[in-house]
DNA sequence: GCCGTTTTCGGCCCGACTGTTTTCAGTCG
């Protein structure tokens, strides 16, 4: 009966993002009509749980291998399939009938939630922010039950600055600003530590907001810095322990002031993700304490803690990196004792795919050179366009034959730095490289990238890389899914397959490391590694000031639980010449 | 709706700030 009423199959499958999304929605609307809050977190959790898997989501509900995800139970789980299925499940086409589309839009207005949503809804019949704008301007709003002039104000500015900034931004341009607060707040007399927080301290790779904390004994001259620092465009709220304001980047930035003995508590409450958090109280009440942001508490009397590492002991746990707070696995990893030791910034020793005035980049290979061994690096990859990339000055044969004599001869000189003779060739439609076999040969590694005509169907696009990586000259794979944040999704990609032949034929995944790319997504590390697919880190730097990119892809790899083992430029120079010396089939 | 050394029913994390309130609801993280 029911099924006489769904639509058909969809046009175009249906992905893990369409699912996550419709469950986020479903759990939206039950707040909106006011359903029990334990029913809409499961559909939250849910929904975050299906965006983590990094297996394939048709896979895992047609073996019923999602009933093994936490978070997702039976009724869940129909509904899953179902969406796959026809498009669409049950309770969300129920819902959607009684509420209508823009008003989720409207949760997104900051201090306009579920109950406000439904006031002005059923009251005034709004169902868009626009019109929200507008009986804002008009004075409607005011007039509301629990709502008042200020109220009314409050939400046009947040509509105002939901429209600027709707966006999230870069890791790398929200850590320059937080490290800028940072240095304020410490610079305030009586301030003892201080931390960036959040998704910053967790390395995500765009970040919506920073949280900063501080312990001081007196918490008004830090917020009262803090609140009038130059870059503070609005302030939202300022209170003794929480500050939130809005800086001219547009970035929300909170402030949270803690006492010096409870930063260990403070430190991990504003670390974790909402998931990992909740789960570690739960964990901490089941072994009778209570745990907030001031401290751990047994009864009434607090449990001393000297930092994070003696907070995770009480609690029966290993220390979890705060890249790892994502309550992805390793709250239970930490119980077991068997969280990996993650890689190091100090662990790479040099890095791959670099560019320089021989294609697009700005810097000359001297002076990308001596930046790298500025850095402390003991060799570089050079690996400058190919001969298609002709938008980025990519290099014919005679270009590349006198780009080899130069890197040898700045060997000699600054021996025993080296530099690596490379380049990143264009991987052609069919799936071919960008040179013949002999000119391949002429360089000690090859990356290999899609640039263009990212078009094709998953089976295509997977197809030409699958064919790529198979070429024995080809030692990498550079930005394997092609995306770039906040602006472009990656191509259509079967990873699984990529993984397998990357590791079949012993070809690197690149984690690209430029801020705009961080690409491959930390998320499929673990299962590539488990395939035995392994990493290098590569900052795809076109001037000497972004070789150092490679950090960001540092932040990256130990996100994805990657170690230095799984990270082939952590290898000393010759453990580098002798892997890349592979048989040429 | 999910989950289980609290195990198939009965729980489910915790606190700060604002604005509209005469004691607290709503929102946020």
Redesign the pocket.
């Known amino acids: 009966m029911a099924g006489a009423h769904k639509p058909k199959q969809p046009p175009t499958p249906v992905t893990k993002a369409d699912v996550a999304r419709a469950l986020r929605n479903v759990a939206a609307m039950l707040?909106i009509t006011g359903d029990?809050?334990?029913?809409?977190?499961?559909?939250e959790?849910?929904s975050a749980?299906i965006e983590d898997l990094s297996e394939d989501l048709h896979a895992m509900v047609e073996s019923g291998e999602l009933?093994e995800?936490?978070?997702?139970?039976?009724?869940?789980?129909?509904?899953v399939k179902s969406m796959l299925e026809t498009g669409t499940f049950d309770?969300y086409e129920k819902l959607r009938k009684k509420v209508p589309a823009g008003i989720l839009e409207m949760?997104?207005?900051?201090?306009?939630?579920?109950?406000?949503?439904?006031?002005v809804y059923e009251k005034l019949d709004i169902k868009s922010v626009d019109e929200l704008e507008q009986a804002g301007r008009d004075g409607k709003l005011?007039v509301l039950?629990?709502?008042?002039?200020?109220?009314?104000?409050?939400i046009l500015n947040?509509i105002a600055r939901y429209r600027k900034y709707a966006q999230r931004f870069l890791f790398s341009v929200a850590e320059d600003e937080a490290n800028g607060i940072l240095e304020a707040v410490r610079r305030v007399k009586g301030v003892k530590h201080s931390l960036i927080g959040?998704s910053l301290r967790r390395h995500r790779e765009t970040i919506?907001?920073i949280?900063i904390l501080a312990t001081t004994d007196d918490?008004d001259p830090v917020?009262d810095v803090f609140t009038s620092l130059p870059n503070v465009a609005t302030?939202?709220?300022?209170?003794?322990?929480?500050?939130?304001v809005i800086m001219k980047s547009g970035i929300?930035v909170?402030l949270?002031?803690v006492k010096d003995d409870e930063f260990a508590a403070a430190s991990h409450?504003?670390s974790g993700n909402?998931e990992h958090?909740?789960?570690v109280?739960?964990r901490?009440?089941?072994l009778g304490?209570?745990?907030?942001?001031?401290g751990l508490?047994e009864g009434e009397h607090a449990v001393k803690i000297k930092d994070e590492e003696a907070l995770f002991a009480k609690l029966g746990m290993d220390f979890i990196p705060p890249e790892l707070r994502e309550n992805a696995g390793e709250i239970e990893a930490a119980e077991e004792h068997a969280l990996p030791k993650l890689i190091e910034v100090g662990d790479i020793r040099g890095t791959f795919h670099c560019h320089s005035t021989y294609s697009d980049g700005r810097s000359t290979l001297r002076e990308m050179a001596e930046a790298a061994k500025a850095l402390g690096l003991e060799y570089l990859g050079i690996a400058d366009h190919s001969q298609t990339a002709v938008y980025a000055g990519g290099m014919d044969k005679a270009k590349v034959k006198k780009q080899l004599r130069e890197i040898e001869e700045l060997n000699q000189e600054l021996a025993p730095f080296v530099l690596f003779k490379g380049v990143e060739s264009d991987i052609l439609l069919d799936g071919r490289l960008d040179y013949d076999d002999e000119t391949l040969a002429s360089f000690d590694h090859v990356v290999a990238s899609v640039h263009g005509q990212f078009t094709g169907t998953e089976a295509q696009m997977t197809k030409r890389i699958v064919t790529a990586v198979s070429n024995p000259f080809t030692t990498m794979l550079g930005h394997p899914t092609g995306r770039v944040l906040l602006s472009r999704d990656g191509y259509p990609l079967n990873l699984t397959a990529v993984f397998e032949a990357c590791a079949a034929h012993k070809v690197f995944i690149e984690i690209n490391a430029h801020p705009y790319r961080l690409d491959l997504d930390w998320r499929h590390l673990r299962t590539a590694k488990d395939m035995g697919v392994h990493f290098v880190i590569n900052p795809d730097a076109h001037h000497t000031s972004e070789i150092g990119y490679f950090r960001y892809g540092v932040g990256i790899a130990r996100k994805g639980w990657l170690t230095k083992g799984d990270v082939f430029n952590t290898k000393s120079t010759d453990g580098v010449r002798a892997a890349l010396r592979k048989p040429r089939s």
Do not use: C, W
């Not at 995800?69 to 509904?79: E, L, N, P, T, W």
């Not at 039950?145 to 409050?154: D, H, R």
């Not at 304490?289 to 001031?294: G, H, I, M, R, T």
């Open positions: 707040e029990n809050p334990f029913r809409i977190r499961a559909f959790n849910a749980a009933l995800v936490r978070g997702i139970g039976k009724s869940i789980f129909a509904d309770e949760l997104r207005v900051s201090g306009m939630g579920p109950k406000k949503v439904k006031a005011a039950p629990g709502f008042g002039e200020k109220t009314q104000l409050n947040a959040g919506g907001d949280d918490a917020m302030v939202i709220a300022k209170g003794p322990t929480k500050s939130s929300h909170d949270r002031v409450y504003f909402k958090n909740t789960e109280r739960a901490a009440k089941k304490y209570k745990l907030n942001e001031y508490f």
